[in-house]
C-alpha cells in the first residue's frame, strides 16, 4: 500500500526501555495490501461503519476493537468516530 500526507495522533509508553510508541493516521493512495506472513497474520481495510461496530461490540464476525487505554483504540475513534484523516 502507498500512503500520502501522514499525520501525528498520539502516543503512550513502549514496554521497553526508553521507547516510545507513536500513532499516525496516513492517506492511503491505494488499496493494494502486502501482507509479510512473518510478521502479520491478516491485513485489510474496514469502512468507518465496521470500526463503529467493532468499537460498540457489535462487528458481526465478532473483531473488537482494542481495550481504550490502547492507542489503536484511540486511532480507530480519531477515524471511525470524530472523521479525521477525510
Same mark, same amino acid.
Given at each position: 500500500?502507498? +500512503? &500520502?500526507?501522514?499525520?501525528?495522533? #498520539?502516543s %503512550?509508553? /513502549? !514496554?521497553? !526501555?526508553?521507547?516510545?510508541? *507513536?500513532?499516525?493516521?496516513? @492517506?492511503?493512495?491505494?488499496? @493494494?495490501? +502486502? *501482507? @509479510?506472513?512473518?510478521?502479520?497474520? @491478516?491485513?485489510?481495510?474496514? +469502512? ?8 460498540? &461490540? %457489535?462487528? !458481526?464476525? &465478532?473483531?473488537l #476493537?482494542p %481495550? !481504550?487505554?490502547? *492507542?489503536?483504540? #484511540? *486511532?480507530?475513534?480519531? /477515524?471511525?468516530?470524530d472523521?479525521?484523516?477525510?
Amino acid at each position: 500500500m502507498r +500512503t &500520502g500526507a501522514v499525520r501525528y495522533l #498520539a502516543s %503512550q509508553p /513502549w !514496554p521497553f !526501555p526508553a521507547s516510545l510508541m *507513536i500513532g499516525c493516521l496516513a @492517506d492511503a493512495l491505494n488499496h @493494494d495490501v +502486502t *501482507i @509479510d506472513h512473518d510478521e502479520l497474520e @491478516d491485513a485489510r481495510f474496514f +469502512t468507518r461503519d465496521e470500526v463503529r461496530l467493532m468499537l460498540e &461490540g %457489535q462487528h !458481526p464476525e &465478532g473483531l473488537l #476493537a482494542p %481495550q !481504550p487505554m490502547a *492507542i489503536a483504540n #484511540a *486511532i480507530m475513534r480519531a /477515524w471511525a468516530l470524530d472523521g479525521a484523516g477525510v
